[in-house]
Protein backbone atom coordinates (compact mmCIF):
# COMPACT_ATOMS: atom_id res chain seq x y z
CA UNK A 1 0.00 0.00 0.00
CA UNK A 2 1.29 3.42 -1.01
CA UNK A 3 2.19 5.90 1.55
CA UNK A 4 -0.94 8.17 2.21
CA UNK A 5 1.18 11.19 1.86
CA UNK A 6 2.83 10.54 -1.00
CA UNK A 7 -0.54 9.10 -2.07
CA UNK A 8 -2.12 12.22 -1.83
CA UNK A 9 0.60 14.37 -3.49
CA UNK A 10 0.43 11.94 -6.66
CA UNK A 11 -3.32 11.93 -6.61
CA UNK A 12 -3.37 15.95 -6.83
CA UNK A 13 -1.45 15.47 -9.91
CA UNK A 14 -4.52 14.59 -11.54
CA UNK A 15 -5.92 17.16 -12.29
CA UNK A 16 -3.23 19.55 -12.77
CA UNK A 17 -3.56 20.18 -16.86
CA UNK A 18 -1.33 23.18 -18.69
CA UNK A 19 -0.15 24.91 -15.24
CA UNK A 20 0.23 24.59 -11.39
CA UNK A 21 -2.41 23.64 -9.53
CA UNK A 22 -4.02 25.29 -6.83
CA UNK A 23 -6.53 23.63 -4.39
CA UNK A 24 -9.57 25.00 -4.07
CA UNK A 25 -11.35 25.60 -1.37
CA UNK A 26 -14.39 23.69 0.21
CA UNK A 27 -17.27 24.80 2.38
CA UNK A 28 -15.66 22.88 5.48
CA UNK A 29 -11.80 24.06 5.04
CA UNK A 30 -12.06 26.13 7.76
CA UNK A 31 -11.60 23.70 10.93
CA UNK A 32 -12.69 24.60 14.56
CA UNK A 33 -10.36 22.30 16.34
CA UNK A 34 -6.84 21.81 16.34
CA UNK A 35 -6.04 18.27 16.03
CA UNK A 36 -8.25 15.18 14.54
CA UNK A 37 -9.87 12.74 17.07
CA UNK A 38 -10.34 9.28 16.32
CA UNK A 39 -13.60 6.98 15.38
CA UNK A 40 -13.09 3.42 14.44
CA UNK A 41 -10.65 3.45 11.85
CA UNK A 42 -11.62 6.49 10.74
CA UNK A 43 -10.05 10.36 11.85
CA UNK A 44 -12.37 13.39 12.22
CA UNK A 45 -12.42 16.98 12.85
CA UNK A 46 -15.29 19.32 14.53
CA UNK A 47 -16.18 21.76 11.31
CA UNK A 48 -19.34 24.43 11.16
CA UNK A 49 -22.30 22.54 11.27
CA UNK A 50 -20.48 19.12 12.05
CA UNK A 51 -18.01 16.42 11.70
CA UNK A 52 -15.65 16.15 8.39
CA UNK A 53 -13.76 12.89 7.83
CA UNK A 54 -10.06 13.57 7.04
CA UNK A 55 -8.64 10.03 6.96
CA UNK A 56 -9.01 6.52 6.64
CA UNK A 57 -7.19 3.79 8.08
CA UNK A 58 -9.41 0.83 6.57
CA UNK A 59 -7.34 -0.73 3.98
CA UNK A 60 -9.76 -3.33 2.48
CA UNK A 61 -13.42 -4.46 2.14
CA UNK A 62 -16.14 -2.40 2.61
CA UNK A 63 -16.11 1.10 4.72
CA UNK A 64 -19.69 2.72 6.11
CA UNK A 65 -19.17 6.03 6.90
CA UNK A 66 -21.35 6.94 10.57
CA UNK A 67 -23.85 9.83 9.98
CA UNK A 68 -22.86 10.83 13.36
CA UNK A 69 -20.05 10.73 16.04
CA UNK A 70 -20.68 11.83 18.94
CA UNK A 71 -23.94 12.91 18.41
CA UNK A 72 -22.79 15.42 15.42
CA UNK A 73 -23.74 14.55 12.17
CA UNK A 74 -20.92 13.50 9.58
CA UNK A 75 -21.58 16.60 6.73
CA UNK A 76 -18.22 16.32 4.76
CA UNK A 77 -15.97 13.73 3.28
CA UNK A 78 -12.15 15.81 3.56
CA UNK A 79 -9.50 16.08 0.77
CA UNK A 80 -7.98 12.82 0.43
CA UNK A 81 -9.59 10.55 2.92
CA UNK A 82 -9.76 7.77 1.35
CA UNK A 83 -6.98 8.40 -1.54
CA UNK A 84 -5.11 5.36 -3.00
CA UNK A 85 -7.05 2.86 -0.66
CA UNK A 86 -7.14 0.34 -3.62
CA UNK A 87 -8.49 -2.19 -1.88
CA UNK A 88 -11.67 -0.55 -0.52
CA UNK A 89 -14.43 -2.22 -2.79
CA UNK A 90 -18.06 -0.44 -1.68
CA UNK A 91 -18.33 2.87 0.45
CA UNK A 92 -21.47 3.97 2.30
CA UNK A 93 -21.89 7.32 2.40
CA UNK A 94 -24.52 8.80 4.48
CA UNK A 95 -27.79 10.44 3.92
CA UNK A 96 -25.96 13.33 5.73
CA UNK A 97 -23.04 14.39 4.00
CA UNK A 98 -23.17 17.57 1.56
CA UNK A 99 -19.22 18.03 0.39
CA UNK A 100 -17.24 15.36 -1.37
CA UNK A 101 -13.66 16.94 -0.74
CA UNK A 102 -10.56 17.33 -3.59
CA UNK A 103 -9.26 13.74 -4.42
CA UNK A 104 -11.62 12.27 -1.44
CA UNK A 105 -11.83 8.95 -3.25
CA UNK A 106 -9.54 8.97 -5.64
CA UNK A 107 -6.98 5.99 -6.68
CA UNK A 108 -9.68 3.70 -5.26
CA UNK A 109 -9.04 1.13 -7.79
CA UNK A 110 -11.10 -1.55 -6.23
CA UNK A 111 -14.28 0.21 -5.83
CA UNK A 112 -17.30 -0.57 -7.77
CA UNK A 113 -19.99 0.93 -7.19
CA UNK A 114 -21.55 4.71 -5.50
CA UNK A 115 -24.52 6.15 -4.35
CA UNK A 116 -24.28 9.77 -3.65
CA UNK A 117 -26.78 10.38 -1.10
CA UNK A 118 -29.88 13.29 -1.45
CA UNK A 119 -28.03 15.13 1.06
CA UNK A 120 -24.40 15.73 -1.10
CA UNK A 121 -24.67 19.10 -2.76
CA UNK A 122 -20.80 19.31 -4.05
CA UNK A 123 -18.57 16.50 -5.17
CA UNK A 124 -15.14 18.65 -5.64
CA UNK A 125 -12.41 18.18 -7.87
CA UNK A 126 -11.12 15.00 -8.44
CA UNK A 127 -12.97 13.70 -6.45
CA UNK A 128 -13.50 9.90 -7.22
CA UNK A 129 -10.55 10.17 -10.05
CA UNK A 130 -8.56 7.01 -11.41
CA UNK A 131 -11.23 4.61 -9.46
CA UNK A 132 -10.68 2.24 -12.32
CA UNK A 133 -13.09 -0.33 -11.49
CA UNK A 134 -16.04 1.95 -10.50
CA UNK A 135 -18.51 1.16 -13.20
CA UNK A 136 -22.24 2.35 -11.34
CA UNK A 137 -22.69 5.64 -10.11
CA UNK A 138 -25.97 6.87 -8.74
CA UNK A 139 -26.93 10.55 -8.84
CA UNK A 140 -29.52 12.23 -7.17
CA UNK A 141 -32.09 14.83 -8.23
CA UNK A 142 -31.48 17.06 -5.87
CA UNK A 143 -29.04 20.38 -7.50
CA UNK A 144 -26.15 18.68 -6.76
CA UNK A 145 -22.66 20.19 -8.59
CA UNK A 146 -19.86 18.47 -10.20
CA UNK A 147 -16.36 20.22 -10.32
CA UNK A 148 -13.68 19.50 -12.82
CA UNK A 149 -12.50 16.43 -13.01
CA UNK A 150 -14.49 14.62 -10.77
CA UNK A 151 -14.63 11.30 -12.32
CA UNK A 152 -12.29 11.73 -14.55
CA UNK A 153 -9.92 8.58 -15.65
CA UNK A 154 -13.18 6.10 -14.16
CA UNK A 155 -12.64 4.23 -17.28
CA UNK A 156 -14.40 1.35 -16.32
CA UNK A 157 -17.81 3.43 -16.00
CA UNK A 158 -19.58 3.60 -19.35
CA UNK A 159 -22.88 4.82 -18.35
CA UNK A 160 -24.10 7.98 -15.71
CA UNK A 161 -27.70 8.77 -15.70
CA UNK A 162 -27.49 12.86 -14.51
CA UNK A 163 -30.95 14.74 -13.51
CA UNK A 164 -32.24 17.58 -14.91
CA UNK A 165 -31.66 19.25 -11.69
CA UNK A 166 -27.78 18.58 -11.29
CA UNK A 167 -26.41 22.47 -11.49
CA UNK A 168 -22.78 22.03 -12.46
CA UNK A 169 -21.04 19.78 -13.71
CA UNK A 170 -16.80 20.71 -14.39
CA UNK A 171 -14.36 20.07 -17.33
CA UNK A 172 -13.46 16.79 -17.98
CA UNK A 173 -15.93 15.56 -14.96
CA UNK A 174 -17.48 12.46 -17.04
CA UNK A 175 -16.19 10.66 -19.68
CA UNK A 176 -12.82 11.70 -19.93
CA UNK A 177 -9.28 10.23 -19.07
CA UNK A 178 -5.73 11.75 -19.07
CA UNK A 179 -3.62 10.60 -22.22
CA UNK A 180 -0.98 8.21 -21.40
CA UNK A 181 1.76 10.13 -23.50
CA UNK A 182 3.60 13.86 -23.30
CA UNK A 183 0.26 15.34 -25.14
CA UNK A 184 -1.28 14.96 -21.28
CA UNK A 185 -4.61 15.78 -23.40
CA UNK A 186 -8.12 15.03 -22.27
CA UNK A 187 -9.22 11.65 -24.37
CA UNK A 188 -12.44 10.24 -24.51
CA UNK A 189 -13.08 6.87 -22.73
CA UNK A 190 -14.35 4.57 -25.25
CA UNK A 191 -18.10 3.44 -24.81
CA UNK A 192 -18.70 6.09 -22.67
CA UNK A 193 -22.92 7.14 -22.61
CA UNK A 194 -24.36 9.91 -20.97
CA UNK A 195 -28.32 9.91 -20.11
CA UNK A 196 -29.53 13.20 -19.41
CA UNK A 197 -32.66 15.32 -20.16
CA UNK A 198 -33.43 17.83 -22.45
CA UNK A 199 -32.22 21.57 -22.05
CA UNK A 200 -30.26 20.26 -18.49
CA UNK A 201 -26.76 20.75 -17.68
CA UNK A 202 -26.09 17.33 -18.73
CA UNK A 203 -27.41 17.80 -22.07
CA UNK A 204 -25.69 21.00 -22.56
CA UNK A 205 -22.23 18.72 -21.05
CA UNK A 206 -22.31 16.11 -23.41
CA UNK A 207 -23.07 18.27 -26.44
CA UNK A 208 -20.22 21.08 -25.90
CA UNK A 209 -17.87 17.79 -25.63
CA UNK A 210 -19.32 15.70 -28.44
CA UNK A 211 -20.02 12.62 -26.07
CA UNK A 212 -21.95 10.22 -27.17
CA UNK A 213 -25.85 11.28 -25.58
CA UNK A 214 -29.25 9.18 -24.43
CA UNK A 215 -32.38 11.85 -24.02
CA UNK A 216 -34.50 10.81 -21.50
CA UNK A 217 -37.63 12.74 -22.28
CA UNK A 218 -36.81 12.44 -26.41
CA UNK A 219 -40.68 14.17 -26.73
CA UNK A 220 -39.21 17.64 -25.57
CA UNK A 221 -38.47 20.64 -27.39
CA UNK A 222 -34.70 21.63 -27.80
CA UNK A 223 -34.66 25.11 -26.37
CA UNK A 224 -31.13 25.46 -25.63
CA UNK A 225 -29.38 24.75 -28.83
CA UNK A 226 -32.73 25.67 -30.90
CA UNK A 227 -33.65 28.73 -33.40
CA UNK A 228 -37.39 28.90 -33.92
CA UNK A 229 -38.16 28.90 -37.25
CA UNK A 230 -39.64 32.07 -38.86
CA UNK A 231 -43.26 31.99 -40.17
CA UNK A 232 -43.28 31.78 -44.13
CA UNK A 233 -43.42 35.39 -45.20
CA UNK A 234 -44.10 34.94 -48.73
CA UNK A 235 -40.66 34.36 -49.97
CA UNK A 236 -39.25 32.01 -52.64
CA UNK A 237 -35.87 31.44 -52.98
CA UNK A 238 -35.77 27.84 -52.68
CA UNK A 239 -39.08 27.16 -51.10
CA UNK A 240 -40.00 24.77 -53.48
CA UNK A 241 -36.80 22.55 -53.21
CA UNK A 242 -36.92 19.26 -50.82
CA UNK A 243 -36.83 19.16 -47.34
CA UNK A 244 -33.39 19.23 -46.21
CA UNK A 245 -31.81 20.92 -48.94
CA UNK A 246 -30.82 23.69 -46.23
CA UNK A 247 -28.88 25.17 -49.13
CA UNK A 248 -31.06 25.11 -52.30
CA UNK A 249 -28.77 22.75 -54.60
CA UNK A 250 -30.85 20.25 -55.27
CA UNK A 251 -29.47 17.90 -53.03
CA UNK A 252 -29.20 16.37 -49.00
CA UNK A 253 -25.87 15.93 -48.13
CA UNK A 254 -22.82 16.36 -45.58
CA UNK A 255 -23.17 20.39 -46.54
CA UNK A 256 -26.54 21.17 -45.28
CA UNK A 257 -25.53 19.03 -42.30
CA UNK A 258 -22.42 21.45 -41.57
CA UNK A 259 -25.17 24.86 -42.67
CA UNK A 260 -27.37 23.51 -39.67
CA UNK A 261 -25.02 22.36 -37.40
CA UNK A 262 -23.10 25.97 -37.98
CA UNK A 263 -26.71 27.61 -37.24
CA UNK A 264 -27.20 25.29 -33.99
CA UNK A 265 -23.66 26.41 -32.43
CA UNK A 266 -24.07 29.82 -33.20
CA UNK A 267 -21.34 30.12 -35.92
CA UNK A 268 -23.31 31.09 -38.87
CA UNK A 269 -26.87 32.18 -38.75
CA UNK A 270 -29.18 31.39 -41.67
CA UNK A 271 -31.41 33.08 -43.17
CA UNK A 272 -35.43 32.89 -43.04
CA UNK A 273 -36.19 30.09 -46.28
CA UNK A 274 -33.40 27.95 -45.22
CA UNK A 275 -34.10 27.70 -41.52
CA UNK A 276 -37.49 26.68 -42.82
CA UNK A 277 -35.79 24.13 -44.97
CA UNK A 278 -33.54 23.03 -42.08
CA UNK A 279 -36.30 22.22 -39.91
CA UNK A 280 -36.72 18.67 -41.28
CA UNK A 281 -38.95 17.79 -38.60
CA UNK A 282 -41.21 20.35 -38.80
CA UNK A 283 -41.49 21.29 -34.93
CA UNK A 284 -40.88 24.70 -35.85
CA UNK A 285 -37.43 25.07 -33.94
CA UNK A 286 -33.63 24.06 -35.98
CA UNK A 287 -32.16 21.80 -33.39
CA UNK A 288 -29.59 19.14 -33.04
CA UNK A 289 -32.73 16.31 -33.23
CA UNK A 290 -32.88 17.64 -37.28
CA UNK A 291 -29.20 17.68 -37.71
CA UNK A 292 -29.32 14.22 -35.79
CA UNK A 293 -32.56 13.25 -38.86
CA UNK A 294 -30.77 14.72 -41.86
CA UNK A 295 -27.37 12.74 -40.87
CA UNK A 296 -29.75 9.79 -40.79
CA UNK A 297 -30.58 10.54 -43.93
CA UNK A 298 -27.53 11.04 -45.60
CA UNK A 299 -26.54 7.71 -44.21
CA UNK A 300 -29.68 6.00 -45.90
CA UNK A 301 -30.68 4.94 -42.22
CA UNK A 302 -34.01 6.73 -42.42
CA UNK A 303 -35.16 8.78 -45.08
CA UNK A 304 -36.95 12.33 -44.68
CA UNK A 305 -40.24 12.99 -44.90
Do not use: W
Request: proline letters at 3%; hydrophobic letters at 40%; a negative charge.
Amino acid sequence: MMNKKLAAVLTAAIFVFGGAAVKPETAFDSAVTASADSYGDLEYEKVSGGIKITQCYQESGKVEIPSAIGGAKVVAIGDDAFSMLDGITAVTIPNTVKEIGVCAFSGCTGLKSIVLPESVKNVHEAAFADCTSLSAVTVPDNGIAFASEAFLGCTALKSVTLPFNVSKIGTAAFGFYIKDDESAAYGNINGFKLKCYMNSQAYIYAYDNSLSYEILDPDTIDTTFSTPVPADDDTTDGESHTNGDVNGDGLVNVTDISLVAGQVKGKKKLEAPRLRRADVNKDDYVNVTDIVLLAAHVKGIRKLK
